[in-house]
């Protein structure tokens, strides 16, 4: 299980998207590792299905409202998986597999768990919360959390509700002998402590380099152009405004205060709109970064051309769609042009996931 990350403490910026991305895809290659199978195969069927995770929830919603226990999510999420392994000439089942478990395990309780416990209670709405409180204790379900952020204190199961709990734990160690539900495993634990503890920090760090390289495009279109500033300066602020949320929440978690950090900028957008300002926040960050692709920027060449410079001695500009990546201190480009094409494209498009969730949690709270 490599979480269930609400907007309060993980952001979904697009650094977020791509932590979480990066991290779903090295737990199964190192699943993938173990069973003898193809890492890479795993890796990719583990990012298709994070990508479209979004559009998996809402499609399980729809099955759970609709009565059926099989989800609708975890069957689109193979099958694309699948295809783009077939088409990139991974192995197809592999990459199913690894698919499929990014879908069951996203969650804090397996959805066939959940639907025991709707058995065991049997229409008892108070039955059915307390077994959902004990079978969080059995599971563990706030170690994932980073220690004193909110989402742990909410999920966190204390000695003392235990054993309050001590007649439902009971029942879920009882049917855990036949059903094998329930369990909390070394594999759990594992998991667990990386998505506590270094998985936040590599995601902060990302909101950090993130909002490094939208300051360096803000201001680099501004100098440009005058009118690029239009697209410009709000790329820059909201570039410094995810640097500020990095920091902040890397130092949150230093202290032990949780893994959220401040994002002014954000916060902003909530106070104008409670309801829809992440989606505004996130909506008008992707419109800026999409926008930004065809501003004009000097075009970069790289010293290893002979004439000592990083970008025309002419003054050339081009979009900078059009630009290769280079080394801010060599001066040697980094990436080519095709290959930092394909990263913008990245960068860009894992932004509409954040988007979408957004509408989905904006939704929710509006009805």
Partial sequence: EVGDWGKSDWGQSNSAQVAKTLAHAVVQCAAARVQNKDCGSA????????????????????????????????????????????LTGQDPLT???????VDVYNRQLHPDEKQRIKELAKGDPSAENRLTRAACYEVKCWAEYPEGSAERAKAFVSIGESIELAGEIAL???????????????????????????LPV?????????????????????????????????????GVSEIIEGGTGLYNQYQGNGAAGYNPLRTGFNSIAPVWGNTAYDGTFLLFSALSLGAMVPAKIGYSDGISRVDSMFGV?????????????????VLPTQAAQGLMLYGIGAKVPAVLEDVKQARGRSK
């Fill in 202 to 238: 590599l995601q902060n760090v990302g909101k950090t380099v993130g909002g490094g390289f939208a300051v360096v495009t803000g201001k680099t279109i501004c100098a440009t152009t005058g009118p690029g500033c239009v697209i410009g300066g709000p790329l820059l602020a909201f």
């Fill in 43 to 86: 890796a990719l069927g583990a990012a298709v299905a994070e990508t479209i995770s979004p559009l998996l929830d809402t499609l399980d919603d729809r099955t759970k409202a609709a009565g059926y226990q099989q989800t609708l999510g975890s069957s689109i999420a193979g099958m694309s998986a699948l295809l783009v392994a077939s």
């Fill in 317 to 333: 500009t081009v979009p900078r769609w059009q630009n290769p990546v280079i080394h801010p201190l060599s001066g040697q480009i």
């Fill in 172 to 198: 879920l160690q009882k049917d855990r002998q036949v059903s094998g539900l329930f369990a909390y495993t070394k594999y759990d634990n594992a998991l667990d402590d990386f998505k506590s503890v270094p």
């Fill in 95 to 101: 990459a199913l597999n690894a698919a499929q478990m």
